[in-house]
Structures are given as structure tokens and as C-alpha cells.
């Protein structure tokens, strides 16, 4: 076995599951063998071991495979039982592979369906969504379907009308802004109908403002300052919207404030052109993109800045670059030149107009009036101002964000892409924009009812700015009467502020309202009135209550006119004729014209029934205090009298004035304001100089000096001239650091350093409390404006009358002075050159009849007087007394005969030296006039005490006049203060809803060119003069006369036609024509025409004598000479005397020209009474005698009669005679003159009167012929 070759292969593969128990316990002795084990089975035989090994094993391995076997057996069963269960889990899983399967396809049909819905809702949902957005965007916009719709229609229309808006829109921006609001007005209507008639379409009444800018934006310029009136409005679009850089007429300042307010934020430099770093301000502005202001310019600007103002900007690169003087500098965005002037009437040159765009900012009344309600507001009931500028802001916002959310609005409809209901930002906004337009709406109807109360509470305060508008253009209008009176808009709301602050309060609002405008008023009377000459401060009163009662509606546009003008425009052969001689024909016109109106519409048919009372009442010396006849009395309130008065008794307009004021203002307007040196200076500020405005015989240097010393203020003075600025300078250097006064006296011979003065005052940072500055200065056109706007004006005029100035020129003499000399003469002498002094200077107050020419005496000329009799008594023999044929000589041809250039003032000054200057003088008892004499006192005391014991008021006979002079001296100065009203007026159409001035100038236009004579047919004429003798001398004259006419018709002819085509816009309207327009308008004779004719007191008297002066000529050329000739007819009167002295002189063989005089004699005859020529000489009427009357029986000269001013002559009768002899000193000497401006150039001749009283008292009388008393 063992042999086998298989027998290993064998071992290997023997059935061990076949080994039993039995073979086992066989084996199990071999096994308990000790020798039977694997060291002696390997000594014996390795193979022997092997089988050992593999007999061991098998034991091993049945003893394990015996527990093993059933456990396989087990398994086999097992896995039998296995594999059925298998078995079926397969038919199983084949059997749940085939469910899923199936759930799979029903699974998928379920998502299939799930799908199928979801997609069902969604697009539910989102038709649901679109239905909703929809339903949104039509609420949102059908509202506006009808809006947009005509917006789009009208836009369609706009486009159309496009050309003709935007020329408008550019012809305003371009041309308007140096006009006033109705020029504005006027040049837009125009243009209007340049447009139509080309046929290009525009928006009827289009608002430029609306086209320009919008709502918001005027919004946001009201808020910065900008008063809110239509022209402000205007000029601020102009100043933002215009190509040119702005150049602003601003007196009150007001385009400045806004201009700083608007320019605040973007770092606005200002400067002037005279500021020392002007340039440095220009360049650095222009390379830093910074706004910049030049305030306070002139007449002329700095060429420097040409370049910037016609923006020649060089281009290099991006960046921009100017020529400023010799530099070249960047321009950069942001820079922007602001010009303003104070001047509130410059004339700019054509250069300067083109460069800059001129802007007139002038306040305009309603605008203040706006403003000064705001300010008034803001005093009296601040939260109701506070409220409604919140209100205001609030307004501004609310449609501003309307107008952003519109817009955001229309930008995403034009944009959005797709279907507008899939937008859901569009929707969004316009939700928004709906919800905020109704709150913004609810808020703009909440806001318009709190207004609506905000307003009716405010009106009740509208009458105090009312006033205050009133008050302060009336104040401007008087720097066209001086220019030294010059106020500014801050001065004028400082006191009227102050005003609402100190007036009485009280819970009452009528009350109140009352108490401020009664304070307001005064406080401003007494303020101008202290600015203000004597003459003016009257004429200043008398506008103060009128504006005030125009204002009120007490007193009509028409009335006004008719008061200032009375009857100047009318001609006196076209109105009704007077009914009597005795009433003047001045007077006349004056009556005509103010009975258009319905308080006088029966006038003049209630004077032709009673002649008698309106005689007894017109004669009366002061009829404004007598009853009015014909129950005028009690119809007429007292400015209706004061019209009345006005027509009837100019001489008496200024005492019913004063009635008037009183009535009107209060009994405090109607005293004399007196001048307080210590309150002018309470009012002043260290930075307000105080000027005072002299006049002659003015010096406010003492007093001033008096008030420094009363205070314990030291005062240093220098009076202005060549050299003197740098010791001015000095002073007022440590007067500001160390305090006192400063005196410039005579500021006026420094005006550069004037302007120096103004910077030096406003640019101190500090400045010593004390510190003021006092000024003295003569009215001068050229003194700064500026300087004038800032400081407090006084006056301190001498008072008037022959009392004050006595007490004057005593003030100045001591008792040491009194007794200088013990001649008993001197203190006699003394007052009687003193009294001469006063005299002659106070006569001057009666025009021509006082003086022909107002010669200026002053001081020197007594301090000269009184030295020469001081030296004369010196050097006076005693035995032969005074010489008063060497004082007469000295005083009447030297001292004050020095200044006397006319003869016949010459005459009447040594007149006064003859009749005073003579023993009579220091005889016991002598009066210069009744009540004046003579002191007989050595004391200085008793002389100033006499002097205090004369009247206040002087009779004209005190000066040797008549008492009819103080008539004269009346009616000069009411005339004088109507025309300077009439001057002042604004040159604007017609007030009260009247007739425009243009209108009414072209009526007269037609009406005098009705009536103007034709011109001259040269052939005629010289047909005409040869028939009479060509080479007479009264025929060369006539052709003279005729020639001058001639030209005088052309130049009516041709300025009337002128005039109404400029008016009808056929020609433009020159400032010549613009001119005669305003003189016409005013009733005054043109200048082209008064250059080549006469003078006349009215354009309504003019136009009559031409036409009776022509009328002359021509019944001279067609009737042959006249028997009587209208020497006042004559444009050369002292031709017409000489011509008949030639005519004369040739009729007579041997005589000569040289020594053939005139000599005349005063017949009883009127010119009707005269029928034929006289041999010699001429016959003459028309002659007015003033300053006596004529005794018709003797011829002789007599008192005037009492209120007539003028006494018409009878026929002259002027003849020549050959003599050599002297003038009768028996005969009164009496001047002819053409007009009553007693001048060389109106002087014709003289004549001589008989008389019964000494010739000297006709000299002092001041009696003239006159040609014409109009």
C-alpha cells in the first residue's frame, strides 16, 4: 500500500467524513504511545512522521468533524429549505418588480397631473397678477388719459407755435431788461403784432416767466431773498438765463441780498472796482470756478475785465482761458460775474450795453409794499409769518416731489420694454405717485385754506405797508429834487422797524394799526425834514399828504394833475371866454380846468351869476379864511378848497396848504421842525457818518464844537482841499482806535476821498465806540451815492428875516469890539451897515423885483464894510464930520457895489446907500422903516435885546417895496414848489385808470397843428416888402421878424408830426422826441422849441402868442403898418426901437444916429382907440407896469393898487428926438424888459415917468415895464 505510487495522493484525498468512532478508539492506543510522537518518528524515518503528523490529524479532525457532520447535515437540509425559500423569493420579487413597475406608471401619471395643475394655478395666479396690475394702471392713469391726451394735443400745438415763443422769449431775455414793468409790457405787445403780421404763430398772452423756469425754481428765489412782484421775478430769469454776464441797476440793494443769498453756498467773492486786490479777486475767481460781485460801479467799468464780460475765452485743450490785463488765466465752470450799481439812473454807453446785459432792478411799489407787509407781519404776530413761510416751504416741497415723481413717472412709461402690466417697478411708482398726489393735493387744499387765513389776518396790517411804500418812494422822488438827498432802502426799514417797535401798543388791531401808521409818518417826516433845504421841506410836506390821500382815494389822479398843472395846457382863445375883465386869464384857465371835474362841474356858471361875491371874496387878503360864495363853502372839503384857492389866489395856495396838511396829517405838520444836533447824534452808530449839506451862510462847525465840549469828547477838524486827505486820514485812523470826533469840513473839494472815506467806514474791523464822523459839504452832482445812503443828512440854514439875521451878525460882535472907537458914530454906523447887510440879502427872496440878478453878499463883504468905516473914523476930521458921499461911494460901488454887474441893481444899491447913509442917520428919531430904528445904546446887551424885539415877519416895505411884493414872493414860491412836484412825477402813462400821457400828447399834437399857421411864402413876402419899401428900416426889421417865425413854425410843424408818428411807432422815439413828448405832457414849452422862440410860463400861453405873434406879421404884410404895434410880439424888441430911431433919424436932414434918443409919452388911449399912424415915432400896447400903477388922468406914477401884481398901460407913444442934454433927474427911469426875469438878455429899453414923489422911491420899488408878465 504504502508502495503505491497513488498512496500519497491517496492520504491526501481520504474520505475523512467516512473516519468512525470505532477507528478512532483503534488508533487510540498508538496514540497514548509515548513513543508516538513527532521527535521519534523523525529520528526514525521522515515519512514515518509524515503519516504520524497525518494519523494525529485525522484523529483531531474527528474529533471535531464528529459535532460538525450534523451540523452539515443540517446545513444541506437547511440550504434545501434555502433554496425553496429563494424559489419563492424570486417568484416574489418578480411578482414586486411587476407592482413597482405598474405603481411607477400610475406615479408617473399622478406628477404628470400634479404638473398639470400647478401650471393651471400658476398661470391663474399670474392672470389674476396681470389682472390686478392692469386694474392698477388704469386707476393710475386714467386719470390722467384726459390730461395727457390734451397735454399731448396741446404739446402738438406748442411745436407749431414754437418759432414765435422762442423769439419772444429771446427778444425779452435780449432787449427788456433795462425797462420798467410796463415798457415790458408795451415792447411784448408790439412784438406781438410784428408777429401776426408776418404771419408766425405764438402763444397768445404767453408768460415768458412760466415758459422759462419753473415754478419751483422762482420758489427757491423767493426763499433766498427775492421779493416775489412780477418784475423781480422777470429780472432774476433775465440775470440767470441771459448769454451776457448781469450788470445791475440796484439803488436799493435788493438784487445784491439775493444775489449773496442765491450764491452763498458756492463761496461768492465780492469786491469793487476800486478795492485794492480787484484784480487778485477777478483772477482767483475765474481760476477756482467761483462766483464773483462787483458792487457799486459807475457810469464807467475797468477795461480790464472786457475780455471776461465779452467772454473772448481762448480754448486749450479741455480747459478754457482768458486775457485779464497783461495775464492769461483758466476759466473754470462754476465762474459767474454779478455787476451792480447804485445809480438809479445811469447812463451806460452803447459799448457797455452790448457787453453786459443791464438789468433794472428798481423796487417797484407794490414789491416794497409785499415786503414791508412780511416785515410788519413778522413784528406783530410772528407765528403767523412763521406759519405761513413753513406753509410756504412746505408747498414748495410737496410740488417739487410731485413734479420729480411725474417725471420718474414718464421716464419708465417711455422706457419700459415688454407689456407694461409685467412691470412691476412702473406699477409700484405709480402707485406711489397716486398716493402721494392725493396726500400732496389734500396737503395743497389744506395749505390754500390756511393761506386764505394767513392772508385775511395779514390784509389786515396791508394799510402799514401801504404807508411805508408810500413814505419811502416819496423820498426817493426827492433826490430829483436835490441830488444831495439820497436815502437808502436799509436806512428807510431801520426806521421803520423802529416805528412798529416804539409805537403805542394795544390789543386793538384797528387801534394799533392806527398808532404805528401815526408814528411811522412823523418818524419819517422828521427824519427827511432834517435832510432838507428850507424851500423844500414845505414841498416835502405838502407830497407827503397828498400821496397819502392819492393813496386813500381821497384825492383822484385827475385832481392831483389839476393841482400841480392847473390850466397850463389849455390855449386861451380855444376855451370858454372870461365873463370879466377883472379876472385874469391865468386865473381863467386854472378855472376852466378844474371844472372838468365833478366838484367843480358848475363852476363857471355860478361865477357869471354872482360877479359880486366872487369879486368882494377874491379881493379879500386872505380869502382862504372867508367863506366860499355860492355854497362852496360847505360843499368842499380843504384840499377842494385848496384847488380852488390854487386857481382863484396863488399867492394864497401855500396858506390853504398848510390848511390842508394839517387837516389831512395833523396840527405837528403844519410847525417848523428845528434841528437837535445832541438827538442827530443819539441816532448816529460809530459806522455812520453824519454830513451836513451847506448852504450860504451855513456853518454847523461852532455848534458841533459846542456839543463836544458839552460831552467831554475831544473834536479834531480839517478842512478838505489840495494835500489835506493824508491829515484826514491820520485822524480818523486814531479817532476809530482811540475814539472822539472827526470834522471834515468842505468834503466836497476831495470827492476821490470821499469814496475812500465809505470803504475806510465799512471795511474797520474795529472801531472805538465814541468815534464819529461829522461832514460838511456843498451840493455837488458827483458826490458818492453811496456815502450819501449811509450817513445821517442835516441841514443847518441861517433862519430868514431881517430879525434873525440881525441877531446873527450880533452874535458875532462883542462889547470890546462896540467900543473900539468913541466916536459917537460908530455904534450907529456899525448898525447901519448891519441892517444894509440884512437888507440886501433878504431882498433877494423877491426875485426880479428884489434884486434883477441874486447876488451872493455874505460875511466877507460886512467884515469889509465895517473895517473901511472903522478906518474912516480913524481918520475923520472931526470938525468936518463923516463924509457920506466917500461912505455912500464905498459901501454902493465897492464893498457891496463890487458884486453888482447889473445897472440897475446898481442904481438901487446906491439908492439904499444915499437915503440911509446921510445925517439923518444919527439924528434922534431916524427909522429905516416905521418900527425899525436905530438903537441908542453903547451896550452889546441893549442891541441884541432891540434886535429880539422886532417882528418875526417883515413888511415888503422894509426893503422899499410895495406890500403887493409879498403877492409876488407868494406865488413865486408856490409856483416854484408845484413845478418841482410836476418835475418829479414819474414820466408813466396816465394814473387812475385816465387816458395814457402818450394818448393825451397825441390829442394836443393834432389839436395845436389844427391851429398852426402855414409857413411863409418867401415870393409873397418879398412882393409885399417891396410894395412897402423893401430897404426901410421897419421893413427890414418885419423881414427879420418874419424869417425867425418861419423857422419857429418849421420846428413846431416838424416835432408835433414827429412826435405822433413816434407815438404811432411809424419812426423811433428819440430822446429828443421823447423829450418834447414829456414837456408837452407837462404842459412845458419843448427845449428845441424855447432855443429858437420865447419863454412863456406855460405851453398853453406859448402856443397863443405864436399864433398871435404870426397874426401880427401877417396883417402887417397884407394890411401895410399897423397904428398900434404888440411890441411884446416882437422877438427884437430893442430892434424895433432902434429901427424907428433910423426911420427917424433919416426923416431929419442932419441928424446923427449917436445923439437921437428915445422919449416917449403915456396917452389915455387903449390900442382900439387908436386910427391912424403918428408922424413920427410908434405907437405901442401890451406893456404891464409892475410895482406901481399909473394915474390915467396924469400920467404920473402912484402906489400899485392893492393885489394887482400888474397894471396893464395904455398906448405908448415912442418918438426920437436930437439932443445931447442929460435925463431929467425929475423923471422916474423905468427899464423895459420882455420878460419878468429882469436879465441883460430881456432887456429892451427904458422909458420915463413923471412923478410927485422922489425918483428914488420908484428905485426901491423896483418898478419895471414889462412886455410880457407870463
Known amino acids: 500500500m504504502m508502495a503505491s505510487t497513488t498512496f500519497l495522493l491517496q492520504l491526501q484525498n481520504y474520505p475523512k467524513d467516512c473516519i468512525t468512532n470505532e477507528m478512532i478508539d483503534l488508533l487510540q492506543p498508538y496514540f497514548n504511545m509515548e513513543d508516538y510522537n513527532m521527535e521519534t518518528a523523525k529520528r526514525v524515518c521522515g515519512d514515518v512522521a509524515g503519516l504520524l503528523s497525518w494519523t494525529k490529524a485525522m484523529g483531531f479532525f474527528h474529533s471535531v468533524n464528529k459535532e460538525v457532520l450534523p451540523l452539515k447535515a443540517n446545513l444541506a437540509m437547511q440550504e434545501a429549505r434555502l433554496k425553496l425559500a429563494m424559489d419563492d423569493l424570486a417568484a416574489a420579487e418578480n411578482e414586486l418588480l411587476a407592482r413597482e413597475q405598474a405603481l411607477e406608471e400610475v406615479k408617473a401619471q399622478y406628477d404628470g397631473a400634479v404638473r398639470e395643475k400647478q401650471r393651471l394655478t400658476d398661470a391663474a395666479n399670474n392672470c389674476l397678477r396681470k389682472m390686478t396690475a392692469a386694474t392698477a394702471l388704469i386707476n393710475g392713469l386714467g386719470g390722467e388719459k384726459i390730461r395727457w391726451t390734451q397735454q399731448s394735443k396741446e404739446f402738438k400745438e406748442q411745436l407749431g407755435r414754437l418759432v414765435g415763443d422762442v423769439l419772444l422769449a429771446t427778444a425779452f431775455l435780449s432787449y427788456c431788461g433795462p425797462y420798467n414793468q410796463q415798457f415790458r409790457a408795451n415792447l411784448l405787445t408790439n412784438w406781438t403784432e410784428i408777429l401776426e403780421s408776418h404771419s408766425i404763430p405764438f402763444t397768445v398772452s404767453l408768460n415768458v416767466i412760466s415758459m422759462l423756469v419753473e415754478s419751483s425754481t422762482v420758489s427757491e428765489w423767493t426763499l433766498q431773498g427775492l421779493p416775489n412782484d412780477e418784475l423781480s421775478v422777470q429780472n432774476a430769469l433775465i440775470v440767470t438765463k441771459s448769454s451776457s ?59 480790464v475785465i472786457d475780455n471776461v464780460l465779452e467772454k473772448n475765452f481762448i480754448k486749450s485743450g479741455s480747459i478754457e482761458k482768458v486775457v485779464v490785463g497783461d495775464k492769461e488765466t483758466d476759466v473754470m465752470p462754476g465762474f459767474m460775474l454779478y455787476i451792480t450799481t ?89 402707485q406711489v405717485t397716486k398716493a402721494t398726489s392725493e396726500e400732496v393735493n389734500a396737503k395743497l387744499v389744506v395749505s390754500e385754506e390756511t393761506e386764505q387765513k394767513i392772508m385775511v389776518a395779514r390784509e389786515e396790517f396791508r394799510a402799514v405797508a401801504g404807508r411805508g411804500s408810500i413814505l419811502y418812494f416819496l423820498i426817493v422822488e426827492m433826490s430829483n429834487v436835490n441830488v444831495m438827498y439820497q436815502n437808502s432802502l436799509k436806512q428807510f426799514l431801520n426806521i421803520f422797524d423802529s416805528s412798529i417797535l416804539k409805537s403805542p401798543k394795544s390789543k386793538d388791531t384797528i ?59 389849455l390855449d386861451l382863445n380855444a376855451v370858454t371866454p372870461k365873463p370879466f375883465r377883472w379876472i385874469l386869464d391865468i386865473t381863467w384857465l386854472n378855472l376852466v380846468e378844474i371844472s372838468k371835474l365833478p366838484s367843480f362841474s358848475t363852476l363857471l356858471g355860478k361865477i357869471k351869476q354872482n360877479e359880486k361875491d366872487w369879486r368882494v371874496w377874491y379881493e379879500k387878503e386872505k380869502p382862504e379864511e372867508a367863506d366860499i360864495p355860492s355854497g362852496y363853502q360847505k360843499s368842499l372839503d380843504v384840499f377842494r378848497k385848496l384847488l380852488l384857492i390854487r386857481s382863484w389866489s396863488p399867492d394864497r395856495t401855500l396858506s390853504q396848504a398848510r390848511n390842508y396838511i394839517i387837516d389831512s396829517l395833523g396840527p405837528e405838520y403844519g410847525e417848523a421842525s428845528i434841528l437837535d444836533l445832541e438827538t442827530t447824534w443819539n441816532e448816529s452808530e460809530p459806522r455812520t457818518p453824519l454830513i451836513c449839506i451847506l448852504s450860504i451862510g451855513s456853518d454847523p462847525s461852532p455848534q458841533i464844537s459846542v456839543l463836544a465840549k458839552n460831552n467831554d469828547i475831544v473834536l479834531r477838524a480839517v478842512s478838505m482841499g489840495q494835500g489835506q486827505e493824508v491829515t484826514a486820514r491820520n485822524l480818523m485812523n486814531d479817532a476809530m482806535n482811540n475814539g472822539g470826533w472827526v470834522l471834515l469840513q468842505n468834503v466836497h473839494l476831495s470827492l476821490p476821498f470821499c469814496s475812500e472815506v465809505m470803504d475806510f467806514m465799512a471795511d474797520a474791523d474795529t472801531i472805538d465806540p465814541s468815534f464819529r464822523l461829522w461832514l460838511t459839504t456843498e451840493v455837488h452832482s458827483q458826490f458818492p451815492i453811496g456815502l450819501l445812503q449811509m450817513a445821517i443828512k442835516f441841514t443847518n440854514e441861517p433862519p430868514q428875516g431881517i430879525k434873525a439875521s440881525l441877531k446873527r451878525t450880533y452874535q458875532n460882535i462883542t462889547q470890546d469890539f462896540l467900543d473900539y472907537s468913541s466916536q459917537p458914530q460908530w455904534p450907529p454906523l456899525l448898525y447901519a451897515v448891519a441892517f444894509l447887510h440884512t437888507i440886501v440879502q433878504e431882498r433877494r427872496k423877491f426875485g426880479p423885483l428884489g434884486w434883477n440878478i441874486p447876488y451872493e453878499f455874505n460875511q466877507a463883504d460886512f467884515a469889509a464894510s465895517v473895517q473901511f468905516v472903522q478906518n474912516h473914523l480913524d481918520d475923520m476930521d472931526p470938525k468936518k464930520g463923516i463924509s457920506w458921499a466917500t461912505v455912500c461911494y464905498m459901501l454902493g460901488e465897492v464893498q457891496y457895489g463890487g458884486r453888482v454887474t447889473d445897472d440897475f441893481d446898481k442904481r438901487l444899491l446906491t439908492t439904499f446907500t444915499q437915503v440911509w447913509f446921510c445925517d439923518v442917520l444919527l439924528r434922534p428919531g ?345
Not at 486786490?277 to 464773483?292: A, I, V
Not at 446785459?357 to 415786503?371: A, H, K, N
Not at 424851500?535 to 390821500?549: C, E, G, Q, V, Y
Request: with cysteine; net charge negative; hydrophobic share 35%.
Open 245 to 303: 454776464y448781469p450788470l445791475l441797476i440796484d439803488p436799493q440793494t435788493q438784487a445784491k441780498m439775493w444775489i449773496k443769498n442765491k450764491e452763498s453756498t458756492n463761496e461768492l467773492q465780492i469786491t469793487s472796482l476800486n478795492h485794492k486786490y480787484f484784480r487778485t479777486h477777478l483772477e482767483d475767481c475765474l481760476s477756482l470756478g467761483r462766483p464773483l460781485l462787483i458792487e457799486d460801479v459807475g457810469e464807467e467799468l475797468d477795461p
Open 342 to 430: 447804485k445809480l438809479p439812473n445811469p447812463a451806460y454807453s452803447p459799448e457797455i450795453s452790448a457787453k453786459t446785459s443791464i438789468i433794472d432792478f428798481t423796487v417797484t411799489m407794490q414789491g416794497l409794499e409785499d415786503q414791508l407787509l412780511g416785515r410788519v407781519i413778522l413784528m406783530e404776530k410772528s407765528e403767523l409769518e412763521s406759519e405761513r413761510v413753513a406753509l410756504f416751504e412746505s408747498v414748495i416741497k410737496n410740488q417739487k416731489r410731485m413734479k420729480e415723481l411725474e417725471s420718474n413717472l414718464l421716464h419708465r412709461l417711455t422706457s419700459s420694454q415688454g407689456s407694461l402690466v409685467d412691470d412691476e417697478a412702473l406699477i409700484d411708482v405709480l
Open 511 to 569: 387801534e394799533r394799526i392806527d398808532n404805528i401808521l401815526m408814528f411811522l409818518t412823523y418818524q419819517v417826516w422828521t427824519y427827511t425834514l432834517r435832510s432838507l433845504y428850507e424851500r423844500h421841506k414845505p414841498l416835502f410836506t405838502l407830497m407827503l399828504a397828498m400821496k397819502i390821500d392819492c393813496y386813500k382815494g381821497s384825492i383822484t389822479h385827475e385832481e392831483f394833475l389839476a393841482f400841480i398843472k392847473g390850466g397850463a395846457s
Open 926 to 1270: 431916524f427909522e429905516f422903516y416905521h418900527g425899525y430904528k436905530v438903537p441908542i445904546t453903547r451896550n452889546i446887551q441893549g442891541y441884541i435885546d432891540y434886535i429880539t424885539s422886532l417882528p418875526p415877519t417883515d413888511s415888503p416895505e422894509v426893503f422899499g417895496l410895495h406890500s403887493n411884493a409879498d403877492i409876488t414872493y407868494q406865488i413865486n414860491t408856490a409856483n416854484g414848489i408845484l413845478d418841482t412836484i410836476l418835475n418829479v412825477q414819474p414820466k408813466e402813462g396816465g394814473g387812475g385808470g385816465g387816458e395814457s400821457r402818450e394818448t393825451m400828447v397825441y390829442r394836443l399834437a393834432n389839436d395845436m397843428l389844427e391851429k398852426l399857421p402855414q409857413q411863409y411864402n418867401t415870393f409873397e413876402v418879398k412882393d409885399a416888402l417891396q410894395r412897402m419899401g423893401s430897404l426901410l428900416p421897419m421893413n427890414i426889421f418885419l423881414r427879420q421878424e418874419i424869417d425867425r417865425i418861419q423857422k419857429v413854425i418849421g420846428e413846431v410843424r416838424r416835432t408835433l408830426v414827429n412826435v405822433k408818428l413816434a407815438i404811432d411807432g411809424t419812426i423811433v422815439m428819440s430822446n429828443s422826441l421823447r423829450q418834447s413828448l414829456d414837456s408837452m405832457y407837462d404842459a412845458r414849452i419843448p427845449t428845441t422849441w424855447l432855443k429858437i422862440s420865447w419863454e412863456s410860463a406855460t405851453l398853453g400861453f406859448w402856443y397863443t402868442e405864436l399864433l398871435e405873434r404870426e397874426m401880427q406879421f401877417n396883417r402887417w404884410l397884407l394890411n401895410g403898418r399897423p397904428n398900434v404895434f404888440w411890441m411884446t410880439g416882437f422877438f427884437n424888441p430893442q430892434g424895433f426901437l432902434t429901427a424907428m430911431r433910423q426911420e427917424v433919424t433919416r426923416a431929419h436932414r442932419g441928424w446923427a444916429l449917436d445923439s437921437v434918443v428915445l422919449q416917449n409919452l403915456v396917452t389915455r388911449h387903449n390900442k382900439e382907440e387908436i386910427t391912424d399912424n403918428p408922424p413920427e415915432g410908434v405907437y405901442v400896447h401890451g406893456l404891464f407896469l409892475e410895482g406901481a400903477s399909473l394915474d390915467r388922468r396924469t400920467g404920473k406914477l402912484i402906489e400899485s393898487k392893492l393885489k394887482v401884481l400888474y397894471e396893464q398901460m395904455p398906448v405908448i407913444y415912442i418918438y426920437a428926438i436930437n439932443t445931447t442934454a442929460g435925463k431929467d433927474p425929475k423923471l422916474y427911469e423905468c427899464p423895459i424888459y420882455r420878460k419878468p426875469q429882469r436879465t441883460d438878455q430881456k432887456y429892451v429899453g427904458s422909458i420915463d415917468f413923471e412923478t410927485d414923489n422922489n425918483p428914488r422911491h420908484w428905485t426901491l420899488r423896483g418898478v419895471a415895464l414889462l412886455c410880457d408878465i407870463k
